[in-house]
């Protein structure tokens, strides 16, 4: 079993983890800091560069316009204050409600940061949902 499939059961594998593993398979020790860079390597190898996931963010986003007729996006990116690099390679996405005179619906996607704080990436309010969108 490699690094690679370790890492696409369990994104988040712990390095210590790693070490184990190595140590098991192979009768032999592995250091922390080449444990880490196995699993740093494996995780673009499965799920691809940090750089590559935010270059193909405008198709993405393109694809959904298409599919759904009717949406609106705006892609505003700043390469000085980027910091989606250095996040967790998984979007979690949530809606809400929102109560009152204004009806709709709030969604927000986000993400985790290397010091587990949230870090948004987009929000949006849509005033109508139906069946179609």
């Given at each position: ?19 184990q ?42 694809a ?21 690099p ?13 109560r ?34």
């Open positions: 079993m490699s690094v690679s499939h370790l890492v696409a059961n369990d994104p988040e594998i712990p390095v210590s983890n790693i070490i593993e190595v140590q098991v398979l192979y009768q032999t020790g592995c250091t922390y800091k080449r444990a880490w860079y196995a699993r740093k390597f494996a995780i673009e190898r499965v799920f691809g560069s940090w750089d590559t996931t935010f270059n193909i963010l405008p198709k993405y986003l393109q959904i316009q298409d599919i759904n007729s009717g949406t609106v996006y705006e892609f505003l990116h700043h390469r000085t204050s980027n910091g989606f250095y996040c967790r390679p998984v979007i979690y996405m949530d809606g809400t409600h929102i009152g005179p204004y009806k709709g619906v709030l969604l927000i996607a986000s993400t985790w940061d290397a010091n587990n704080h949230l870090f948004p990436l987009a929000f949006a309010i849509v005033d109508k949902e139906s069946s179609e969108s």
